[in-house]
T-cell receptor, first 115, second 109 residues
Framework: IAGITQAPTSQILAAGRRMTLRCTQD?????MYWYRQDLGLGLRLIHY???????GKGEVPDGYSVSRANTDDFPLTLASAVPSQTSVYFC??????????????FGPGTRLTVL | GQNIDQPTEMTATEGAIVQINCTYQ??????LFWYQQHAGEAPTFLSY??LDGLEEKGRFSSFLSRSKGYSYLLLKELQMKDSASYLC??????????WGAGTKLIIKP
């Protein structure tokens, strides 16, 4: 593994189903993030984690949950998918260290369609 | 509310120069980022400005004026591979990135 990986690449899901999007990074970054990207809108933060064992809510957290059991993994779960959750989901990570740019690096994304 | 504005789309000619503007209104400021995103791919980091002035990195330069809430990305010697969306993002007082909708740049031969 090099960088950030996400799985699946794409998924078609029936409304009401539960779905977990996986994200793994091998850069030993402290901070991880989940965004959704919709046409005509900027990336919107769903949830984030500043370090293993902690999580926080972003701009659009409703309908989503996350966990951060270890440094490398940050899964995003849709408990009961709805069509408005159709989007491209990006996971990102950063060192989480203050005093510098703390640049975020992105995974390849998961394209999710909820019917 | 917080707001990042960028033009939706721009067109330029191969070999030319293009300037993509970004204006922002955010609660606090802790740096401004530019990312490039090719269609169907992930955003990739281009530049970071936290102090006023110009940061140059090869064919790409980024400028920041904090007093005006304004930045631009300057791309020189345009190549066809520069056809992409360019995303402006500001880190706010909560240390979260607020993103613009992106500028789609079309390069014509």
């Amino acid at each position: 593994i090099a960088g950030i990986t996400q799985a699946p690449t794409s998924q078609i899901l029936a409304a009401g189903r539960r779905m977990t999007l996986r994200c793994t990074q091998d850069m030993r970054h402290n901070a991880m993030y989940w965004y959704r990207q919709d046409l005509g809108l900027g990336l919107r933060l769903i949830h984030y984690s500043n370090t293993a064992g902690t999580t926080g809510k972003g701009e659009v957290p409703d309908g989503y949950s996350v966990s951060r059991a270890n440094t490398d993994d940050f899964p995003l779960t849709l408990a009961s998918a709805v069509p408005s959750q159709t989007s491209v989901y990006f996971c990102a990570s950063s060192t989480g260290l203050a005093g510098g740019p703390d640049t975020q690096y992105f995974g390849p994304g998961t394209r999710l369609t909820v019917l | 509310g917080q707001n990042i504005d960028q033009p939706t789309e721009m067109t330029a000619t191969e070999g030319a120069i293009v300037q993509i503007n970004c204006t922002y209104q955010t609660s606090g400021f802790n740096g401004l980022f530019w990312y490039q995103q090719h269609a169907g791919e992930a955003p990739t980091f281009l530049s970071y400005n936290v102090l006023d002035g110009l940061e140059e990195k090869g064919r790409f330069s980024s400028f920041l004026s904090r007093s005006k809430g304004y930045s631009y990305l300057l791309l020189k010697e345009l190549q066809m591979k520069d056809s992409a969306s360019y995303l402006c993002a500001v880190r706010d007082s909560n240390y979260q990135l607020i993103w613009g909708a992106g500028t789609k740049l079309i390069i014509k031969p």
